[in-house]
T-cell receptor, first 119, second 111 residues
């Protein structure tokens, strides 16, 4: 399993500012993902955080708006830039631990989330 | 792309009742996850299954691959079970993470 912590747990921000969310895992993981969950909606994948290289973004998400870093196998940050009220969401970090026992599809673990409100 | 439907969307029940939440999907999958989201937003993985049935405490998850359907059951429900329960399926075309999420079932257990 993997224990994930996120900072901050929640924040209220002003329009036009930026917020960086941190994700820390207690063990090395192969995959790290960032999701957004807008009010009343299901989870939407923003990007895959790649260690030591640029993140891979899903359609509709761009690096200028959501820059991501992943300097090592246990840590990643997501920045929400130039925020607007439409960015008010829960942002979740998720990981797939390193394969063990020959398992092909390892369970995916989710962090506690960061609840962002933009005024 | 897989389509994931959950039912019901909202469910309110009395403490002690047997709860069933359903999930159906449109395309063959390699695995199905049941997730629990607490009011604060954090998500806990309850089950990952690809066939048959799994049980953990008062929670039981079943899957019928032929019918493309899964159910999550809660026995002897308790107010602390109140949460949003999300079904997610792993299949091709589900994005880099391979997952397609349902919209969730909002469960309230009243004392």
């Amino acid at each position: 399993s993997a224990v994930i912590s996120q900072k901050p747990s929640r924040d209220i921000c002003q329009r036009g500012t930026s917020l960086t969310i941190q994700c820390q895992v207690d063990s090395q993981v192969t995959m790290m993902f960032w999701y957004r969950q807008q009010p009343g909606q299901s989870l939407t994948l923003i990007a895959t955080a790649n260690q030591g290289s640029e993140a891979t973004y899903e359609s509709g998400f761009v690096i200028d708006k959501f820059p991501i870093s992943r300097p090592n196998l246990t840590f990643s940050t997501l920045t929400v830039s130039n925020m607007s009220p439409e960015d008010s969401s829960i942002y979740l970090c998720s990981v797939v631990p390193k394969a063990s026992g020959g398992a092909v599809y390892n369970e995916q673990f989710f962090g506690p989330g960061t609840r962002l409100t933009v005024l | 792309k897989n389509e994931v439907e959950q039912s019901p969307q909202n469910l309110t029940a009395q403490e002690g009742e047997f709860i069933t939440i359903n999930c159906s999907y449109s395309v063959g999958i390699s695995a199905l996850h049941w997730l629990q989201q607490h009011p604060g937003g954090g998500i806990v993985s309850l089950f990952m299954l690809s066939s048959g049935k799994k049980k953990h405490g008062r929670l039981i998850a079943t899957i019928n691959i032929q019918e493309k359907h899964s159910s999550l059951h809660i026995t002897a429900s308790h107010p602390r079970d109140s949460a949003v329960y999300i079904c997610a399926v792993r299949s091709e075309g589900g994005g880099a993470d391979g997952l397609t999420f349902g919209k969730g079932t909002h469960l309230i257990i009243q004392p």
